[in-house]
């Protein structure tokens, strides 16, 4: 079925021939970022923070997800192919957002259709490693006020540690434009996968880095795979009368892991050899219903813009994870494919994790003209966690906190502005890694706090910098060394400063660059009595993102764009005795523009990694992966 899926949509891009106005052909991300902290325009992302990392932090893991400005809860991803595209709202950039997060925002905008004619996309890419993506949009205006967004793509993913899948995505996105002013949207987006290896991590057993392995070759067991599931709907409405307008939302995620593996090398030697494990379990599944009611009420007073929020913020959340089957399937060298026979796997009873938290929060912002703007937010927070485990005492816990932010900004003149705030939040902390006692554990909430101050600096007409300071406070999770579980062990804070320069010099030249400097420490109990060093894992002091996209003058074909990437040291081990060394890694690529009959399209070309640069990654816990090897990828994507 998925061959003949993937024939069709090849099938599609050769034999549609009707004009359209481009939809998604002329996306780019280095040209539509405003600022280098990070925005994804489909499948392109630029920016330090383009991954979803804020200030050192995940504000996905963070639950900081919104989707066109409303409050969701992500428990699945929703496809690339219903999103138009993501930005990061931190600094300066979550001005006029409704109640911010200490970690930043992570704010999504779906697909719409466009103009009065319906345009099809069908995109073919040659991915990583020559995985063969297909994919099949359509826009479809059915009235003048009526619009669908049907997609359906299949992925064949590869990845840096040789394991390979299969994806298979579809659904669609319903706009409808009652009355001027208001808009009802409603979408549904899944993703099946399956056949998914188990790529190991590595562990080593002393303060050292894995010797150097092979990429792109697979060395974990072929039985240990994984399939499911991402599911996600949901519908927003919105309307504006007079100086009221009502916005409100409600969404469903899922993400169901039908099947799961995951398989680590522990106590790994200078030579490459360690013992492996595989750790398999049934039908983990992740659950969340989420949205937001806001009503704000605008008005003027001469120069001045008030406006007052009121908003309700709410989701439940149901995890069933655990009852692992762990198996220990003898030495094994790092690198090397070594396959044994399938064990006999017994699987446990699941646990139930449950979240409960409702927000109430009002809000005010003055946007004075010329002058500045003025943002203040105050959020009672009700958090309730439940965990029913076989293995361990029944776990409640609930939180009644008040959460609070404010930010202000000054116009010193119509070049700098200079803004500072403060805000207060309560944030997910993520989950237990693989090698943890408490593995895949759904950690709580916590009280989380945030000072930052900073300016932007228009330098031309075309040319802007924005540069801040921030000081960022958590609780602080890693493996608790005396009993093997992942907890809180003390807190981390993180302190520096992030710079963005972005602009259009000249015609055809656009660049985006952003930069941050930052100090992380680890303080508490676990620090003072050596459990733990005080440099949290993973974490680099330097992170540097530049990209440039420059077209020639007099030429509307083709165009060129660089990327550069540096990443400084980064602690490797929870003890601070060993690192991973910096690096810088280069991406080139080109885009051609052409007409398949009188329909728009392009051909893109990367070669990613281009020196070939060799690294490792760390997770939480200390595991290893190694980098994206230099790969090649093209692809077409044409509007019909």
Known sequence: MLRDLRVLLIAVVALASSAAKAQRAAENAATAADDGFGKSVGSESVGIYASGEVRGFSANDAGNARIEGLYFDESGGISNLFVAES??????????QPFPAPTGIVDATLRRPNGDRPIVTARINAGDYFGVDATLEAGIPLTSNLGIYPAVGYFDDRYPDGVNAWFVSYGNVLRWQPAPRSELTVFFSRYDYGDEETGPLIYTAGPYLPKEIKRRRYFGQDWA?????????????????????VEAGLFRSSFTQDDFASAWFARVDRDGIGQRFIQSGRDQSYVSWSGEARVSRDWRD?????????????????????GFDLAAIGPGEIGVPDPVPEPVRVYGVLTDDRVRQTMASVGYDLVWQDRGELNLGVTRSDYRKAIDSPDLPSFSRRDRNWLWNGALALKLNGSLTLYTATTRG???TGSAPLNAVNANEVLPALRTRQFEAGLRLALSRSIRFVASWFDLRKPYFEIDRSDGFFKILGEVQHQGYELSLSGKPVSGLSFVAGAVFMDAQVTGEAVADGRLGRRPIGRTRTLIDASVDWMP???????V????????????DALNRFSIPQRLTADLAARYRFKIGTSPAILRVKLANLTDVFGWRVSGGGGFRTNAPRRLTGSIIADF
């Open 87 to 96: 930005d990061i709202k931190v600094g300066l950039t979550a001005f006029g």
């Open 225 to 245: 795979l994984r399939s499911g599931h991402s599911q996600n709907f949901g519908g927003l409405a919105k309307t504006t009368r007079g100086g009221w307008k």
């Open 302 to 322: 001469g120069p001045r813009r008030h406006r007052l929020i009121a908003s309700v913020r709410g989701r439940t959340v149901d995890a069933r994870y655990g």
């Open 426 to 428: 309560l944030e997910e």
């Open 553 to 559: 003058a007099g030429q509307k074909r083709w165009s």
């Open 561 to 572: 764009d660089l990327r550069l990437l540096f990443e400084g040291r980064r602690e490797a």
